[in-house]
């Protein structure tokens, strides 16, 4: 895997806010834990009592890219009346780095409290993708499973599982990955009852996907502080070289001088960090390369064997060792015929 490369505008942009909302779709043990995980809110009232309202449907992402924390894949819907009056022109969604951490935030906090328009009318759900997994599924044996793949089929999960819950989808839209068109031609098979568009850029040109890309990226703005809540609760107390820099491991982007400075000082020279590194990355694989910083070399010696035998050494016998194997196989299955038998 490639790691993708930023530039110092993104890195800014993607460096966690202070104090972002915790969203009901963080859940700490499962972060903590390095699984990955669904979160769907409750269908909103204003689609659940009338369930032949046409919605339009938005599909974005966060974290691609970093070496560090979760991706999280995001879709939000609403009913197709409202897509443009309601997010655009009311609340303002726009492509989420655009937005400032506090705007997000602030989106995020309205589209999860009772009674507010966005909490009745809207419907959310997101895909956390945990750094392991996303490593496990890159590293496997068998065949690699792609960061395209694993993303394509977390939106397709995320919509099939709307559908079930009853929610009239008439139009998605989605921020492309790959090829729009063979990711379009694809969802179009399998939803083919509704209008698709997969393009680039979609965060800026869709309403509802900014709203999506505003969900994706409060919830891994918020993964990322769980994640490192465990690094500085064990920071050290005493004068020591504390491993945490002031300044956290930034945006995680392998790019960025913070994300990796703070991998150099917090690898373990045998297990080399926790669920939250994504150790498929090429960044986490060069570290831990020995010539590449003080790590342990672990040697797996095979015991030697002298009386070891190959199976070709059971067929090739000759001499006197042949004539005893040709003895001890004639008893197993009969004595040997001769001619005088004839």
């Not at 400075?261 to 570290?287: I, Q, Y």
């Amino acid at each position: 895997m490639d790691d993708v490369m930023e530039d110092s505008q993104d890195i800014a942009l993607e460096t966690p806010a202070e104090d972002v909302f915790m969203a009901p779709s963080i859940d700490k043990s499962r972060i903590l834990a390095g699984q990955s995980y669904s979160h769907f809110s409750p269908v909103p009232k204003y689609v659940a009592d009338d369930t032949s309202t046409e919605c339009v449907l938005g599909v974005d992402e966060a974290g691609r890219g970093p070496v560090l924390g979760p991706m999280v894949y995001a879709l939000l819907y609403l009913p197709l009346s409202m897509h443009r009056s309601l997010l655009a022109e009311t609340h303002h969604f726009d492509d989420s780095k655009v937005l400032t951490p506090t705007v997000r935030s602030t989106l995020m906090q309205t589209l999860c409290t009772p009674a507010s328009d966005l909490y009745e009318t809207c419907g959310w759900a997101t895909r956390v993708m945990s750094a392991r997994d996303i490593s496990a599924g890159q590293l496997r044996a068998g065949g690699n499973y792609n960061l395209n793949a694993q993303a394509m089929d977390a939106t397709i999960d995320l919509i099939k599982e709307v559908f079930t819950q009853g929610v009239n989808i008439k139009e998605i839209y989605i921020d492309t990955i790959g090829s729009p068109a063979v990711y379009q031609k694809k969802l179009e098979r399998i939803f083919p009852t509704v209008r698709i568009v997969v393009a680039k850029k979609a965060d800026s040109l869709y309403p509802c996907v900014s709203a999506a890309s505003v969900c994706a990226k409060v919830t891994r703005d918020a993964a990322l502080d769980v994640c490192y809540d465990p690094y500085v609760a064990n920071a050290p107390t005493d004068n020591s070289e504390p491993t945490t820099a002031p300044e956290g491991w930034g945006s995680g982007y392998p790019s960025d001088v913070r994300c990796s400075t703070w991998l150099k000082r917090n690898m373990d020279p045998v297990f080399g960090w926790g669920s939250e590194c994504r150790f498929s990355w090429s960044t986490a694989k060069e570290l831990l390369e020995p010539n590449k910083v003080a790590g342990l070399k672990v040697d797996w010696p095979a015991e030697e064997d002298d009386d070891a035998m190959k199976v070709t050494d059971f067929f090739l016998a000759t001499g006197a060792s042949a004539e005893r194997d040709e003895g001890e196989l004639a008893t197993w299955f009969g004595r040997r015929v001769t001619e005088e038998v004839f």
